[in-house]
């Protein structure tokens, strides 16, 4: 094995050889960074730690951050994004980003118009790393997604797209979930992201959570530890650093931590139970990276700061009670749950004195930056704390194979990127996710004889991240593919009486219906619509394309499904399985509660029909 001095005199070479315009080699050879992963020789740690010995404060404090950046291009994005870019953080691109500031990461985001297509993404990321390792210093970057899957997915098609956690635990295969992964994984390391936000390891036991519902594997906790765990092997495997969140666990609260500052009320005991397991399976797996949540937990932290900001809580349970030495990283710093309590200014230098190794997408850079370095200087932080944060994200780094050959290639993309093979395995995986909730009078399957046509009414959320959508014109095309005659006629998540009336009047002409529900809750709408379509007398197949628990408020349904997600792959596979050419076999991972007795289960833990 080469020696770790080797190594980074080798990707300065790498460096020197793009800056002259050469191609990245080896494309016709897997990336070095895929080599198999071995725990850091005393070598390694001499070597990186004087790296980090030749770096000025300002260039240790800019390890820090991971930031957002506007464009396709490095160097050269859409003048929009360079003004977008001046305007929020005052440079024009990515390479100024990181001449400017020496920044340690940058995520991706599809608003940010940083995913448009593989190749695109794959010369963004080798364009990034160019400007990386053209400092004084150079260190890659570890650039990074939230690329959950499911609802939550930056990178959208031609990339394979998977089930959600909430399908995934739905199926309750940890092969399916690791294989996932492990695909998602290889495909975001030949793009050149090298860490991936995810799994979501939060427990969702509460059914108004806002903000996780179906991104949570479910609400028993073991099974969500093995699932977790089974995912982190899977990235890894694949070659990307995963990332459990959000820590100490965000499943049960009714309040959106990207506009308020939810609480958690559990006891420490109770935390032990439903929260922790997820994590401890996630760092028994070997995860390489922790995300923090903006969540008050008085039990752990009386004086009711963010965990994000809580030294109880990520040293004194996080680092020293579960022994974690991996990266710790927190989560968007532009999320008001973190900002209510202190200012743009303190929030990061309180982070990194809590425990915290990395700063992500802080709302203005120029400040987070400034104040984090103005703490050096006041002896608020010391330099051998910020070395030692440094080292574990340099260790990542060197792990991923990050100094070895930070650079991709298109043959690399072309390889892996949304291959046949993947896209058939994402749909064999979504065909055990669908779950069978509720078939009075063997309503389901549709026959191709009986109900020939069939219409597709209902809630068209906007697609998530790269799929193609709406949800009811993805379900028509995919019965139509099956045999039937399907027609979309979307009536929203809040019809209103003209759209009902006209959902009606539309069936009138077909065998049957399919009613996409987008989350119903006793005040929508989405009621009424239901109850005029069965007040028809014709087959009314009911699918929640969202969070599972919509049948709950729709008592006179006779055929009622989960799709835990609308997402394209998921869509078909609902489609499938209401035509019979798939038997569901998905069973719930939440209880689903009577809407007039709300402690009592509808449908428990485990439930679900098939033919």
Known sequence: ??????????????????????????????????????????????????????????????????????????????????ASNQKEIGVANAAELIAKYHVGGIIYFGWAHNTRDPHQIADLSNGIQKAATAQRVPVPLLISTDQEHGIVARIGAPATLFPGAMALGASGSREDAGKAARIAGEELFAMGVRQDYAPDADVNVNAANPVIGVRSFGADPQAVARMVAAEVKGYQAGGVAACAKHFPGHGDTDTDSHVGLPYIHHTAEEWERLDAPPFT??????????????????AFDPSEDPATLSRPILTGILRERLGYDGVVVTDSLGMEGVRVKYGDARVPVLALKAGVDQLLNPPDLAVAHGAVLKALQDGELTERELDTKLLR?????????????????????????????????????????????????????????????????????????????????????????????????????TPTQAQIDEAVAALGERDAVVVATYNVTAASSQRQLVSALLDTGKPVVQLAVRNPYDIAQLAGVKAGLASYSWTDVELRAAARVIAGRTKPGGKLPVPVMRADAPSTALYPIGHGLTY
């Open 393 to 493: 994200i340099l260790l990542l780094k060197e792990k991923r194979g990050l100094f070895a050959d930070p650079y991709t290639t298109h043959a690399a993309v072309d390889r892996v990127v949304g291959t046949r093979s993947h896209l058939t395995t994402a749909d064999r995986i979504a065909d055990r996710t669908t779950t069978l909730l509720r078939n009075e009078g063997g309503v389901l399957p549709l026959s191709r004889r009986r109900e020939r046509t069939v219409l597709v009414v209902g809630a068209d959320a906007a697609a998530p991240s790269g799929t193609g959508g709406p949800p009811t014109k993805v379900l028509a095309a995919a019965l139509t593919e099956l045999g039937f005659t399907a027609t979309a006629l979307p009536t929203g998540m």
């Open 281 to 298: 399976a996630a760092i028994a797996a070997g995860i390489d990276s922790i995300m923090t949540a903006h969540i008050v937990v008085p």
């Open 1 to 82: 094995m080469h020696s770790r001095r080797t190594v980074l005199t080798t990707a300065a070479a790498a460096a020197a050889a793009c800056a002259a315009g050469a191609v990245p080699a080896h494309a016709d050879e897997p990336p070095a960074g895929r080599r198999t992963p071995s725990p850091p020789t005393a070598a390694t740690r001499t070597e990186l730690r004087r790296l980090i010995s030749r770096m000025t404060p300002e260039e240790k404090v800019g390890q820090l951050f991971v930031m957002r950046v506007f464009g396709h291009s490095a160097t050269d994005p859409d003048p929009a994004d360079v």
